[in-house]
């Protein structure tokens, strides 16, 4: 898990470990071994991969009319590509 | 600074906890019973019924889910209190390192009591003394007195911001819990201006906010979440610091309440009695310093100059105020009254021993357990310790290093 700044010392820290980082800032895509990629030409773009996500990785952009994977956050659990319909996810080994 | 004038009430240990209690504008108390500490919460909840305290009452379903609730209401800013003992305080092992990992200042009293199996309910020091490694503060009272006293001075400590650690106030069980005495109480409104409002310190949260450490809608804060082995050890730092401070804050707050009460303990950490010039001194915790102290002054009245160091707070240890008060006796006999299977003598000898490591004088040191399962130790059996000591002088060399006390061969 990747914190974009220099690893602190006990004395610069908060106690009681009160998070001085938003949860937005602990980069846990890295924990993943298989990334998912999506086929466009498959994706029917019915957004159930958007809604099971379980880490919110997966985004919905209406401008483009089309779905992005947020590599930064996705833990590679799997489960996007176990739920779409139209089989469009392939669990790729990184 | 002469101090307060003061109201003489019966009490036993358990009730001298719980009228303490009373006094320190305490917002919420979760238990569950357990001997001996029973008495305890049983005479809060009576203050409840009657009115007489706002306090929240929580009843929970075990000592493990009182603890936790203890903890909750801490963290959003309250006062809080628990007691316990024994397997109670087993069931709590978990919650007392959320609670000092958390920086959470709740205050509990332990009636100090054997540990099952065999069940027992009697007095012994085994409960906290398996808990020494929990991050909680330890202070042992010799009476009833001390009892009261030490619970108001807990929540002093606990709550100081640059402590924050919770605080155990232990009381051996029987011998103290429920054993009556004559306690002086300070009036109610000395002990709430002594006590005081919880102050917070300033945190930095992901917000970037810097906001008091509580919860607190206003300012979100997330408290004792995930922390991977890059920063764990960091926070387990930081409790250690906050020890050696509440060492200071002790003897401040020792003192501080000693002006008003006109009672003191030693510095507040270490309680001598007649150490200045011993040549053999015991070492103990708790209610058999009272013995002990009977014994001292036959022993002087005869001759002998024999001597005591109670130890008070057992965490933080005062190791180099054990190093001064010791150093220059010949012979030390240090007091277990729990044991510590495998571990070649009981808690207190092996950290009373590692603090005379580093002194050059290094007397004799010898262990002996003594107590469990709420076994009296007679003044006759602390004679034969001191006779013992004068032996070990004399013939310069130890032969027995750990004894057991009134046990059958």
Not at chain 1, 47 to 52: D, G, H, M, R, S
Not at chain 2, 139 to 150: G, L
Not at chain 2, 167 to 187: I, K, R, T
């Amino acid at each position: 898990m990747t914190l974009k700044e220099k690893e602190k010392s006990w004395k610069e820290i908060s106690i009681a470990a009160v998070c001085w980082k938003p949860s937005t800032e602990f980069l846990t895509g890295d924990w993943k071994t298989y990334k998912p990629v999506r086929d466009p030409a498959k994706c029917t773009r019915c957004l159930l991969c958007v809604i099971f996500c379980p880490d919110g990785a997966i985004h919905w952009k209406a401008d483009r009319n089309d779905i992005e994977f947020d590599y930064n956050y996705c833990k590679g659990c799997g489960v996007c590509a176990n739920e779409c319909p139209v089989k469009a996810i392939e669990m790729k080994l990184e | 600074m002469k101090s307060v004038e003061q109201k003489v009430l019966a009490l036993n240990g358990d009730e001298a906890v719980a009228y303490a209690v009373k006094q320190c504008d305490v917002d919420v108390v979760a238990a569950y019973p357990i001997t001996p500490q029973t008495i305890i919460v049983e005479r809060f909840s009576e203050y409840v019924a009657n009115g007489e305290v706002e306090t929240a009452f929580v009843c929970t379903e075990s000592e493990h889910s009182a603890l936790t609730a203890c903890l909750a209401a801490s963290l959003t800013g309250a006062r809080a209190f628990t007691a316990s003992a024994s397997a109670g305080l087993a069931l709590m092992h978990e919650m007392l390192f959320v609670t000092s990992g958390c920086r959470a200042p709740v205050v509990m009293a332990i009636a100090n009591r054997a540990l099952s199996a065999p069940i027992n309910i009697h007095g012994d020091q085994s409960d906290t003394m398996a808990q020494r490694d929990s991050g909680w503060i330890q202070i042992y009272a010799e009476n009833a007195q001390e009892v009261y006293d030490s619970v108001i001075q807990a929540f002093r400590i606990a709550e100081h911001p640059e402590v924050l650690l919770p605080a155990m106030v232990c009381l051996d069980g029987f011998q103290l819990s429920h054993s009556v005495e004559n306690v002086n109480v300070l009036p109610d409104d000395v002990v709430k201006k002594f006590v005081g409002v919880r102050q917070f310190p300033k945190v930095l949260t992901h917000e970037g906010k810097l906001a008091p450490l509580r919860l607190d809608p206003h300012n979100p804060m997330t408290l004792g979440p995930l922390a991977f082995p890059n920063y764990y050890f960091e926070f387990k730092r930081q409790q250690e610091e906050a020890m050696k401070k509440a060492l200071e804050v002790i003897r401040q707050v020792h003192n501080e309440y000693a002006e008003i009460s006109g009672r003191s303990y030693g510095d507040g950490l270490l309680d001598p009695y007649h150490l200045e010039d011993a040549e053999i001194a015991t070492v103990c915790l708790g209610s058999t310093a009272g013995t002990v102290k009977a014994v001292v002054d036959e022993l002087r009245s005869e001759g002998v100059k024999a001597g005591l160091l109670r130890i008070r707070a057992f965490r933080p240890l005062p190791v180099e105020g054990i190093r001064k008060a010791l150093e220059n006796v010949k012979a030390v006999a240090v007091m277990d009254r729990s044991m510590s299977f495998g571990g070649h003598g009981g808690a207190v000898f092996h950290e009373v021993r590692h603090a005379l490591y580093d002194s050059d004088k290094r007397p004799f040191i010898v262990n002996y357990i003594y107590g469990l399962g709420g076994r009296d130790t007679s003044p006759m059996q602390i004679r034969a310790i001191y006779k013992d000591l004068q032996e070990i002088v004399q013939k310069g060399h130890v032969e027995t290093p750990i004894k057991y006390v009134g046990l059958r061969e």
